[in-house]
């Protein structure tokens, strides 16, 4: 009873502040948006799109400010930034199932990842730093509420432009698609291949199934010996003691002999026969 009177009091004497705060803030993001729509372009972009990732409620905040205009296309543009790249980058890792779990689910799966390797994170906000931009001066997207905070979840953010902006012409829904898919994910691939180049992003960065979360291996054991280091794939996880190291990227199997799998991350697993591989 005590923590619900407290908690109760204290929402009495702070929601009227916190209130009128949001609705000014939204209402100066919204005007400045509408005289400076490229630099609040970028910096709504990048800002919306980095807390739709981080562990918080990009959608609820947007509601909260009240966003609308071009500044919620902006919003929608960097959210959708964020979540069509990290799907499209990681494909090495995470393969079709990172594409729909990412870029329909969520990229806060990738937040372990960028505790772990902040740089990761960088070619996405690029990404977003160029769409927010493109929304608020060439094609004019608008948006509002929950749904420029959404992104590509569901497909809320783009669905949610239709029918906050005015016009709806070809131009319009080449810009919708350009601004929400095509470019984040042309944009991403662009700055992540180049940090790549570089030595600043390598394979296996943004599996979002960490290795200590591997129970299986797919593929067909065609013959496996375990005196030069071959690991029976039947057993893995079973009878077999295998504890994960670390994310190995190598071009060779190890001497082992494996029909029928198409290798593309491998994992180099302590264990008492040698080392395995898994795609």
């Known amino acids: 009873i005590v923590t619900i009177l407290v908690g109760f009091g204290i929402s ?3 929601c009227p502040l916190i209130a009128y705060g949001m609705y000014y803030l939204g209402d100066f993001i919204n005007t400045a948006t509408e005289l400076r729509p490229f630099l609040m372009g970028i910096i ?5 799109g980095i807390i739709l990732t981080l562990p918080i409620s990009s959608a609820a905040i947007c509601a909260m400010i009240g966003i609308s205009g071009l500044a919620g296309g902006a919003a929608a543009a960097g959210c959708c930034a964020q979540m069509v790249g990290f799907a499209v980058i990681s494909f090495r890792e995470n393969k ?3 594409i729909v779990a990412q870029g329909l689910g969520t990229s806060m799966l990738q937040m372990g990842n960028i505790v772990r390797k902040p740089i990761i994170w960088l070619p996405v906000t690029l990404a977003s730093a160029v769409t927010g931009p493109i929304s608020t001066m060439v094609f004019k997207l608008e948006c509002v509420g929950v749904s420029a905070g959404m992104g590509t979840c569901g497909l809320v953010g783009p669905l949610g432009i239709i029918p906050a902006t005015p016009e709806k012409n070809a131009f319009f829904w080449v810009g919708l698609a350009l601004v929400c898919i095509v470019l984040p994910a042309v944009l991403s691939v ?11 992003i390598k394979t296996g960065d943004m599996f979002f199934l960490r290795p200590n979360d591997i129970h299986t291996f797919h593929g067909d054991c065609g013959h496996c010996d375990r005196q030069h280091g071959g690991v029976d794939f039947q057993n893995v ?22 029909d029928g799998i198409q290798v593309g991350t491998f994992f180099k697993l302590q264990h008492n026969h040698g080392v395995a591989v898994c795609r």
């Open 96 to 98: 079709w199932g990172g």
């Open 190 to 200: 662009i700055f992540n291949e180049i940090m790549r180049k570089i030595g600043l």
């Open 44 to 48: 709504i972009s990048v800002v919306v």
């Open 237 to 258: 996880g079973s009878t077999d003691r295998i504890v994960p190291v670390r994310l190995q990227n190598t071009d060779r199997l190890l001497d082992i002999n494996a």
């Open 12 to 14: 009495i004497l702070l």
